[in-house]
C-alpha cells in the first residue's frame, strides 16, 4: 500500500514525498518479498505496473506498443550481472551495448503522419496515456514537420525535461508567490507538460530528447546507435553523448565519466541507460511484465553530506514573502561548496522537523538548488526546541500575515527597507529594465541613505549623488547614469514585468504588453473591468485579481504617473520605431497549417516586428496567406479569394529580405 501510494504521488500528482533513490529501494524490498512468496503478488502490485492512471482532464490515447519502463541496476554489482546475463544469453563474450545518460524526464511518444507532427501523449500506465498533443507544439526543439521524406505512420518516443536552471527559475517564482514547489526538474516537466492551458506549458521553457522509433527495421534502422543517427538526421532533438561498449570495462569506464560530467550537464541526469545495441536480437529475450530484458538503467546513488545546520536566516523578498534559510558548515557538493539552504517556508521545517544545531543530510535538487533532505534526530541536542518562523518581520517589525491556504508567510508593510531593496534590484535585472551596474550592493546604499523609496526615484539618481557611494568613482556612477537612461526605451513587456507584480512573470507580462498595447490601457481594464480580464485567454481570476489589486493601489499609481513623468516607454512601440517605416506596415498576414521551421506564434512575433498584422480569419483584406503542412480551410478561402499564398520557404525568404 505504501508503495502504491508513492507511485500515485510521484506519477500522478508530481509530488513525490521521497527520493527515486528511496522509491527503488522500496521497490526492490518487495520484488525480494514477492520472489520468496510469489503466491503473495496481486495483479495490481506496483512490480507489475508501468507509470500512473492517465488524469481524468486529458483524452485518452492507446498505445499500440505499450511504453514500458526500464528496470534499476542500484549499484555496479548488478550492472556487471545484467551484462553478464545479456553475453551468455546470446552465445557471445562480448556484446556491443549502447550507454547515454538517463534523462529524468516525462515519457512521450510522438506521432508523425506523412512526415508531419499530429499527435502527442504521455506513457500514462503504459498501454493508456494522455494526449498532450496541444503542449508539445509550444516545444521550440520539437520540429512540426521532419527533415527528409517519411511517408505514412511514424512514432518516435523519448523525454519531456526542464533543465536545471530553468527548473531553478521556475521554482524561485512559485516560491516568491507563496506556491508548493516543485521536488525536482522531472516532477517540474510532468506538472507543466500536463497543464490543461497550453499557454502555461510555453512559458516554462520545456526540452525534449528522443530515443526510440518504434518499428525501426521498416525504416531502415536496424541498431540503436543507428537509430539515435536516423532521429538525429530527421532534424529531432537528441543527447548526443552516446556511446558504444563491448565489454563490462568500457561501460564501467562510461559511468566513470559520468559519475562527475552529469554535475556539469545542463539536463538532470539520473543515471545512465544501457541498451543492447542490435535491434533484432532484443526478440531472443524478450520483455517481463514492465520492462525489457534487453535494456537496464544504472542509478546514480544521490549525492549526499552530512553537515552542521549553524543558524536559520530569514530574508524578505520583493512581495514581502519571508523565506527561511538554513545556514551550513560548508560542504562539497555536487562540485560545488554548498553553505546556504532554503528551507522554503514553515510547512516544511514542520514536516522535517528541523533545528538549529542539527546534524542534516543535504543534497542538489535537480543537482543545483541545496536542501535539506533530512534532519539525523539521534545525534540532535535534547534542549534544541522546535523552529518556528518569527511572526514579525526581520527587517521592519510588522506583523507578519498568512493569507488564506498560502504557505507563504509575508510582510505587508510595502514600505519595508528589505522589500524595497527586492523590488528595486529585479526592476534593474536583465530580465526587467536591464541597468547595468545597479546591483545588489549599490541598491542597498542608495535605499539605506534615503535616496531611493520606490522605484520611480531611481530616475532621479546623478553623477554626484552615485559617485559618493562606498567604492563608486565617477565613471562607474556614470555608466549607470547611461543604463538608467537607456532603460526608459525598454519595451512595454519588460516595464509591465519590472513592476512585480504578484503572479506576473516576464512570459505573461509580454502577453499583457501584446494584448493591451500601453500600460495606460492595462491599468483602466485592470481596475475598472477585472471580470472582462478574467476571461482573458492565458490570464483567468488569479492573476486578474494581482493585477487589480496593484494598479487600483494609490500608491502604486503614483509610482506609475511618475515613470510616465520620467519618459518611460508606456506603449508597445514607443521608443522603438515608427511603425510607418517598416516594410510590412498595413499588410494583414494569416497563418494556417503546420510549420517545420519555427512555431506559428513566433512567425506572428516576426511579422508584427516587420509591422505587419496577423489574423484568425481570411477575408478580402488580407494581404498574405502563409501556408504550412496540413493547411485548413483557409487555404482554400485565400484561393477563391484570389489573395497571394507564400509557402513556409517563400515566407522565409521574404523575411531574409529585411533582415
Known amino acids: 500500500m505504501e508503495l502504491s501510494r508513492h507511485a500515485k504521488l510521484y506519477y500522478e500528482k508530481d509530488a513525490p514525498e521521497i527520493t527515486d533513490f528511496e522509491y527503488d529501494a522500496l521497490m526492490r524490498e518487495l520484488q525480494s518479498i514477492e520472489a520468496e512468496a510469489p503466491e503473495l503478488i496481486t495483479p495490481d502490485s506496483p512490480t507489475r505496473r508501468i507509470g500512473g492512471t492517465p488524469g481524468e482532464a486529458f483524452t485518452k490515447v492507446e498505445h499500440i506498443i505499450p511504453m514500458m519502463s526500464l528496470d534499476n541496476a542500484l549499484n555496479r554489482e548488478e550492472l556487471r550481472s545484467f551484462y553478464v546475463k545479456l553475453c551468455s544469453s546470446l552465445d557471445g563474450s562480448g556484446v556491443d551495448v549502447l550507454c547515454e545518460p538517463k534523462i529524468d524526464g516525462l515519457a512521450v511518444s510522438l506521432v508523425y503522419e506523412d512526415g508531419v507532427f499530429v499527435k502527442g501523449s504521455t506513457r500514462g500506465n503504459g498501454h493508456i496515456g494522455e494526449d498532450v498533443t496541444a503542449n508539445l507544439r509550444t516545444i521550440k526543439t520539437l520540429p512540426m514537420r521532419l527533415k527528409g521524406k517519411i511517408d505514412g505512420y511514424f512514432e518516435v518516443r523519448g523525454e519531456v525535461c526542464m533543465d536545471k536552471h530553468g527548473f531553478a527559475a521556475l521554482n524561485a517564482v512559485r516560491e516568491e508567490c507563496g506556491e508548493p514547489l516543485f521536488a525536482n526538474p522531472r516532477n517540474a516537466a510532468a506538472g507543466s507538460l500536463r497543464q490543461l492551458n497550453p499557454k502555461i506549458t510555453a512559458s516554462r521553457n520545456l526540452k525534449a530528447f528522443l530515443y526510440q522509433i518504434i518499428e525501426p527495421e521498416r525504416h531502415g534502422v536496424f541498431t540503436q ?5 536516423r532521429i538525429s538526421e530527421l532534424g529531432l532533438p537528441m543527447q548526443g553523448a552516446q556511446k558504444l561498449c563491448g565489454s563490462i570495462e568500457e561501460i564501467e569506464e562510461y559511468l566513470d565519466v559520468w559519475t562527475e560530467e552529469r554535475f556539469k550537464h545542463p ?10 545495441d542490435d535491434i533484432s536480437e532484443r526478440s531472443l529475450l524478450g520483455v517481463t511484465a514492465k520492462a525489457p530484458k534487453w535494456a537496464i538503467a544504472f542509478k546514480f546513488p544521490p549525492e549526499e553530506k552530512l553537515t552542521l545546520i ?30 546556504r539552504a532554503s528551507l522554503h517556508n514553515q ?23 541545496p536542501e535539506v533532505v533530512r534532519v539525523e534526530k539521534d545525534m540532535r541536542a ?13 527587517a ?13 508567510v509575508r510582510c505587508p508593510n510595502k514600505s519595508c527597507p ?14 526587467a529594465m536591464d541597468i547595468r551596474g545597479l546591483g545588489d550592493k549599490i541598491v542597498s546604499q542608495v535605499v539605506d541613505c534615503g535616496r531611493v523609496k520606490n522605484i520611480a526615484d531611481i530616475y532621479g539618481l546623478d553623477v554626484f549623488t552615485l559617485a559618493e557611494l562606498e567604492r563608486m568613482g565617477s565613471k562607474s556612477a556614470q555608466n549607470i547614469v547611461d543604463a538608467i537612461e537607456k532603460s526608459k526605451s525598454r519595451p512595454l513587456g519588460a516595464l509591465i514585468n519590472a513592476l512585480g507584480i504578484r503572479n506576473v512573470g516576464e512570459r505573461t507580462a509580454n502577453d499583457l504588453a501584446d494584448k493591451f498595447r500601453s500600460l495606460d490601457a492595462l491599468s483602466e481594464t485592470a481596475v475598472e473591468h477585472e471580470q472582462e480580464l478574467e476571461t482573458t485567454d492565458g490570464i483567468g481570476a488569479i492573476i486578474a485579481a494581482s493585477l487589480h489589486d496593484y494598479f487600483n493601489d494609490e500608491e502604486n499609481r503614483a509610482v506609475i504617473a511618475r515613470l510616465k513623468d520620467y519618459g518611460l516607454n508606456f506603449k508597445a512601440d514607443d521608443g522603438i520605431i515608427d511603425k510607418g517605416l517598416l516594410p510590412w506596415n498595413g499588410c ?7 510549420l517545420a521551421s519555427m512555431t506559428r506564434q513566433e512567425a506572428a512575433k516576426k511579422i508584427k516586428a516587420l509591422g505587419g498584422e496577423t489574423s484568425d480569419s481570411v477575408s478580402k483584406k488580407t494581404s498574405f496567406v502563409v501556408v504550412g503542412g496540413r493547411p485548413g480551410s483557409k487555404y482554400q478561402k485565400a484561393q477563391t479569394l484570389g489573395i497571394e499564398i507564400l509557402n513556409e520557404n517563400e515566407f522565409i525568404e521574404k523575411l531574409k529580405e529585411y533582415e
Open 588 to 594: 494583414k498576414f494569416v497563418l494556417t497549417g503546420e
Open 225 to 229: 546507435h543507428g537509430m539515435l543517427e
Open 347 to 369: 510547512d516544511e521545517i514542520t514536516r522535517k522537523d528541523i533545528r538549529i544545531g542539527d546534524m542534516a543530510w543535504v543534497r542538489k535538487a535537480g543537482e543545483i538548488i
Open 267 to 276: 539536463i538532470d541526469t539520473d543515471g545512465v541507460v544501457v541498451k543492447l
Open 382 to 394: 535534547t534542549l534544541m526546541p522546535p523552529y518556528v518562523i518569527p511572526d514579525t518581520c526581520p
Open 310 to 339: 549553524k543558524d536559520i536566516e530569514v530574508t524578505v523578498g520583493k512581495t514581502g514573502t519571508l523565506t527561511p534559510t538554513a545556514v551550513l558548515d560548508p560542504v562539497h557538493l555536487a562540485g560545488t561548496t554548498v553553505s
Open 418 to 431: 528589505a522589500q524595497l531593496k527586492a523590488r528595486i534590484a529585479f526592476f534593474a535585472s536583465r530580465e
Open 396 to 408: 521592519c517589525g510588522t506583523k507578519a500575515v498568512r493569507i488564506g491556504d498560502e504557505a507563504a
